[in-house]
């Protein structure tokens, strides 16, 4: 059989899928879904983390983060550092030991890189989605909002996790390798065993992931309002660089407090014989109310953002 416009058709094909076709019956459930479909097998975190390994943006970051402190050892190397000295500050110290190494690479990396890295895997993680045109898609398999933003949010928060340790782990390493598993000297003249730096380095590592919430919920924030990755990372990353403007600024007083970079400095406390948790405390405080309010903020708009792409 064949119709005006020259397409041959089977006529007993046709009967027999119109058959198969009057057979089939898509059962619904109790929630009004299909039969068998379940929301809470969709988009797997092991299926979301593998797929974020896999990027060229996730493996440079992470490898960098590995090199830097080999950067650094190299530029000691090439100046005129002294690993006998007993004073100074933190870069002058930096060769004394190990866990004074660690202390330089998380020093010199907080204040544009660590932000930086919480940014790009929280801002680019939806954002990323509607600039290739995908989000929509992942939404019509279904996957419901609320989980899809979850399980990304998840990620990032691993991915982001990762790479903060990473970092005072490779330069413990290097520093042990280079400079010696020593005492850590403070640049008060404070000695703390090796084995207590190590424990105060791990507690050191937890303070900057909790401080680093508040960057996380803003770029999650940004992410679902805007379809440009750079947007969402670039606007996270100029809060924070803003945020460390203002807080040098002494004429404010009391209102640098309120600034969510004004503890992000608070871990050093860490290296000394006699600990003032007070600044901790107030930075965990400050970055737990920054950081609920932003992700509360990123799922409301998420909840009600007409998705186009």
């Given amino acids: 059989m064949s119709n005006n416009n020259g397409v041959h058709t089977d006529p007993a094909a046709l009967t027999e899928l119109s058959d198969v076709a009057s057979h089939e019956h898509a059962e619904v459930g109790p929630d009004g879904a299909v039969a068998g479909y379940r929301a809470d097998r969709t ?16 493996q440079l970051l992470l490898g960098f983060v590995a090199l830097l402190p ?20 933190f870069v002058d110290l930096a060769t004394a030991s190990a866990p004074n190494f660690v202390v330089l690479a998380l020093f010199v990396a907080g204040g544009f890189l660590l932000p930086m890295i919480v940014a790009l895997f929280f801002g680019d993680t939806i954002a990323s989605e509607s600039s290739w045109s995908s989000l929509k898609y992942l939404l019509a398999m279904p996957v419901p909002r609320h989980r899809l933003l979850r399980q990304k949010a998840i990620v990032s928060g691993l991915l982001s996790i990762a790479a903060l340790v990473l970092l005072p782990l490779v330069s413990l390493a290097v ?27 791990v507690l050191a590592t937890l303070y900057i992931i909790i401080q680093l919430a508040w960057v996380a919920g803003l ?3 940004l992410s679902v309002s805007t379809d440009a990755p750079l947007g969402a990372v670039g606007g996270a990353v100029i809060v924070a660089i803003v945020s460390q403007i203002l807080d040098q600024i002494t004429a404010l007083e009391g209102l640098r407090d309120y600034l969510p970079t004004h503890f992000g400095y608070a871990w050093i ?15 965990i405080l400050s970055a737990v109310i920054y950081g609920t309010v932003f992700f509360l903020l990123a799922a409301r708009r998420f909840a009600t953002k007409d998705v186009t792409s």
């Fill in 219 to 221: 770029a999650l924030f």
């Fill in 43 to 58: 988009l797997g975190l092991g299926v979301e983390l593998k797929r974020q390994l896999k990027r060229r943006r996730t």
């Fill in 175 to 201: 520093g042990v390798i280079w400079y010696g598993a020593g005492d850590a000297i403070s640049p008060t003249g404070d000695s703390v065993t090796f084995s207590q730096s190590l424990l105060a380095m």
């Fill in 70 to 89: 080999f950067i650094l050892v190299i530029a000691f190397e090439i100046g005129s550092a002294n690993p006998n000295r007993r004073s100074g500050g």
């Fill in 269 to 283: 406390d860490l290296i000394s014989t006699d600990v003032d948790w007070t600044q901790m405390v107030n930075g």
